[in-house]
């Protein structure tokens, strides 16, 4: 079982930043690897970011690359995403979830197992 528990949201302007925080507790958690997805209201849950917890290897989608960094702290059990140059396109609830090791980061949300109560971030124009 794995634990995970987001902070970090909140409201900014547009080219604003936040930076939002999943710790993870559970055992073998360490072998998981790790994603971000946000969902809109009225769209579906979207991945955002992914980092292998082993090696640190990620994967970002198209609409974020270059704005957001996924990173993970092997030390506190926690991965962070750092959202820069944030869009109003970009107001969501934040999930953290958990995967079992693959070899390819995962992008669909059906193939991750646990997930985090979510955090909200609201960009406003």
């Known amino acids: 079982q794995v634990q995970l528990v987001e902070s970090g949201g909140g409201l900014v302007q547009a080219g604003g930043s936040l930076r939002l925080s999943c710790a993870a507790s559970?055992?073998?958690?360490?072998?998981?690897?790790m994603g971000w997805f946000r969902q809109a209201p009225g769209k579906e849950r979207e991945f955002v970011a992914a980092?292998?917890?082993?090696?640190?290897?990620?994967d970002y989608a198209d609409s974020v690359k270059g704005r957001f960094t996924i990173s993970r702290d092997n030390a506190k059990t926690t991965v962070y995403l750092q959202l820069n140059s944030l869009k109003p396109e970009d107001t969501g609830i934040y999930y953290c979830?958990?995967?079992?090791?693959?070899?390819?980061?995962?992008?669909?949300?059906?193939?991750?197992?646990?997930w985090g109560q979510g955090t909200q971030v609201t960009v406003s124009s």
């Open positions: 979830a958990a995967s079992p090791p693959r070899i390819l980061l995962p992008r669909r949300f059906q193939e991750y197992d646990y």
């Open positions: 980092i292998r917890w082993s090696d640190g290897s990620t």
């Open positions: 559970g055992r073998t958690f360490s072998r998981y690897n």
